[in-house]
């Protein structure tokens, strides 16, 4: 079984994300639009990897997941978003995806990143 945390504030996008996790191995996720409600939900149920887009509603998806992982421990992430050069903290730079991003690039590091799907 392999949770997955979407960080991103706009619908349609994260049903997007949903849809290709799923299809690469995802069964089941928790969504979240603001800082406060990612950590919430990640809490609330353990995710094996997050997606995250880097500026929401309220609040960045970087400081949500550096909470998250301050939390909870190491915790796999892929950043998706439009503007690349606004992640901050952001580590691990081969784990960002530019908007618009691939079906096959987000399978990939979600292959890689949890390799047990």
Avoid: W, Y
């Avoid at 960080?7 to 089941?28: H, K, N, P, Y």
């Avoid at 909470?67 to 992640?87: E, K, N, R, S, W």
């Amino acid at each position: 079984m392999c949770h997955v945390l979407i960080i991103e504030d706009e619908a349609l996008i994260a049903m997007l994300i949903r849809d290709v996790l799923e299809d690469a191995g995802a069964t089941s996720f928790s969504f979240a639009a603001t800082q406060d409600e990612a950590v919430a939900a990640a809490v609330d149920r353990i995710p094996a990897i997050i997606t995250s887009d880097v500026n929401l509603l309220t609040g960045t998806g970087p400081q949500a997941v550096a909470v998250i992982q301050q939390q909870l421990g190491p915790v796999p992430v892929v950043f998706i978003t439009a503007t690349p050069a606004d992640c901050d903290p952001c580590p691990d730079t081969s784990h960002i995806l530019s908007k618009p991003f691939s079906a096959d690039a987000v399978t990939k590091l979600f292959h890689d990143l949890v390799p047990h799907n």
